[in-house]
């Protein structure tokens, strides 16, 4: 499996700098998260042996019990999935970055438990930018209100923005959902104060990271590409 783990690996690193070089960037200006939700915990670590080290969980319980049965692997865990408000204690004690802010509620429980744990988490907001109703997220409306909000919270580091594509759209829409994020990311590129400054742009999963990529993605998020 490591020696699988290494070419799905190879392969999709050479993706990404394919397509960070087409939008005139570097690799390294791409972080690959590779999202271990499909895989168990002795998978997750073959996966961290060949070489995959920032590593994304949608859900705070399993995110909890892989990082503590893997705590001897230098692992930076990213929460990617949305959260309830009683999972943010346990998610922030293993968390280095949440992907997926998407209401005030939570923005508010992710400040006070930082604060309460004496930390800075960063923090990125999703954005639904394909206006589907089952999707998570502020509308493109109601970013600024979100950023003025955690101005506000110094225990919250704002980094970015996160989106999920559409599932009803093709690749044009895809493209058109990821160029939204970077326009509104540059929208509020104005916004720089001691804890906010918008740079990243998580967004493209094992279908659409190139795409994402051309469309500015600083950090993408790649599952089911890894494990086939
Ligand atoms: C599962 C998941 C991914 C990865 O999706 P793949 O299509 O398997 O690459 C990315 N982001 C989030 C939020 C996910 O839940």
Same mark, same amino acid.
């Given at each position: 499996?490591?020696?699988?783990?290494?070419?799905?690996?190879?392969?999709?690193?050479?993706?990404?700098?394919?397509?960070?070089?087409?939008?005139?960037?570097?690799?390294?200006?791409?972080?690959?998260?590779?999202?271990?939700?499909?895989?168990?915990?002795?998978?997750?670590?073959?996966?961290?042996?060949?070489?995959?080290?920032?590593?994304?969980?949608?859900?705070?319980?399993?995110?909890?019990?892989?990082?503590?049965?893997?705590?001897?692997?230098?692992?930076?865990?990213?929460?990617?999935?949305?959260?309830?408000?009683?999972?943010?204690?346990?998610?922030?004690?293993?968390?280095?970055?949440?992907?997926?802010?998407?209401?005030?509620?939570?923005?508010?429980?992710?400040?006070?438990?930082?604060?309460?744990?004496?930390?800075?988490?960063?923090?990125?907001?999703?954005?639904?930018?394909?206006?589907?109703?089952?999707?998570?997220?502020?509308?493109?409306?109601?970013?600024?209100?979100?950023?003025?909000?955690?101005?506000?919270?110094?225990?919250?580091?704002?980094?970015?923005?996160?989106?999920?594509? +559409?599932?009803? /759209? $093709?690749?044009?829409? @895809?493209?058109? =959902?990821? !160029?939204?994020?970077?326009?509104?990311?540059? *929208?509020?590129?104005?916004?720089?104060?001691?804890?906010?400054?918008?740079?990243?742009?998580?967004? +493209?999963?094992? /279908? $659409?990271?190139?795409? @994402?990529?051309? =469309?500015? !993605?600083?950090?993408?998020?790649?599952?089911? *590409?890894?494990?086939?």
């Amino acid at each position: 499996m490591e020696d699988n783990f290494k070419t799905r690996l190879a392969e999709v690193r050479q993706r990404i700098a394919d397509a960070a070089q087409r939008s005139g960037r570097n690799a390294g200006d791409v972080t690959l998260v590779a999202v271990t939700k499909y895989v168990d915990a002795a998978t997750t670590r073959e996966l961290f042996n060949a070489g995959a080290t920032v590593l994304g969980e949608n859900r705070p319980q399993v995110l909890e019990e892989k990082a503590r049965q893997l705590s001897d692997l230098d692992i930076e865990w990213h929460m990617i999935g949305n959260l309830q408000r009683n999972k943010v204690k346990r998610t922030l004690a293993h968390a280095t970055l949440i992907h997926a802010l998407d209401r005030d509620s939570l923005i508010d429980a992710v400040a006070k438990e930082a604060a309460a744990q004496d930390k800075t988490v960063r923090c990125l907001l999703e954005v639904n930018v394909s206006g589907e109703e089952s999707k998570h997220g502020f509308s493109a409306d109601e970013v600024a209100s979100a950023i003025e909000r955690i101005v506000a919270l110094p225990s919250i580091r704002l980094e970015g923005l996160m989106c999920m594509a +559409g599932l009803a /759209g $093709d690749e044009n829409d @895809a493209r058109g =959902e990821f !160029a939204l994020l970077r326009e509104i990311r540059d *929208a509020h590129s104005d916004v720089q104060t001691d804890n906010v400054a918008l740079r990243e742009l998580s967004m +493209g999963m094992s /279908g $659409d990271f190139e795409i @994402a990529i051309e =469309e500015g !993605a600083t950090i993408v998020r790649v599952g089911s *590409a890894l494990y086939r």
